[in-house]
């Protein structure tokens, strides 16, 4: 037998084996607006995310720019408007992933829904927006934490999606992407060394633009920053009178103790941020919640 008969029967095998596999799960939007993208050897399926986080665009505190801007460019893409795919870099902590969250939630009545994707599973983004794109409904596809390192083929996926055809044709989809680094592969002084080499690559700084350019691939940037002293405490105070309304305990917000508390609690961990100010609420809300009950009269 041939060899090119042998491929025409493996394929053909192929074929056969493939027809007998199940179709890709379709997922209920209507019922869902969030949901995450799974890869396994076969195909890609959506999973349903069971709990969405409850934030509110009005939670998020000294980041009024950068919701500003993104708020704008969501509202242009649900409206059918030219928008950008957009990266929000920065400081950890800082409301990053929060504000795609919020997002979420403020318009999800508009028909925006999201879509996260891990890394991991970039190859698959192709598939996902070809997925998507019979829905009625805005998607966001969401990259949580995105970097790579030097060797890393998976920026190349996501680089060549971003300009690409997958996202000039698609209408109803765009990336959001958060990463802690502005660039999201990292450079190394080795590779601003104006140096020959014996071996390895030829033209080097094109080999440093090829890392590089992936950030600009993203038509919005947004930058994220620690927080000063008294915008941290601001922050404290907004969810720490949040939840503790919620959960029916009285607390004095100019409390000295409070503020001293709040501070010491940063310093514990060594960064002043948002996500550090929500810790603090919880911890300080539901200390003050338990000793309330132990007060009560049985």
Known sequence: MSELKKVSLLVQVLERVLALLPGPATLDWQGSMAAAWRSDRWQGRFVAHGNVDEVSVEDLLHVDDQRAQLVRNTEQFIAGLPANNALLWGARG???????HALLNAYVDQGLRLVEIHKDDLAGLAEVVERLAAEPYKFIVFCDDLSFEVDDPSYKELKSALEGSIFKTATNALIYATSNRRHLVPE??????QTRVTEGELHESEAVEEKISLSDRFGLWLSFYPFRQDAYLQVV?????????????????????????????????????????????RHWVGQQAMADSHQKPN
Do not use: C, P
């Not at 000295?256 to 709040?262: G, V």
């Open 94 to 100: 800082t409301g990053k992933s929060s504000l795609v």
């Open 188 to 193: 190394h002084m080795s590779d601003n060394l």
């Open 237 to 281: 105070q907004h969810w720490v009178g949040k939840l503790a309304a919620k959960h029916g305990v009285s607390i004095d917000l100019q409390d000295n103790e409070l503020r001293t508390m709040a501070l010491r609690w940063a310093l514990a961990r060594g960064v002043r941020n948002g996500r550090t100010a929500q810790y603090f609420a």
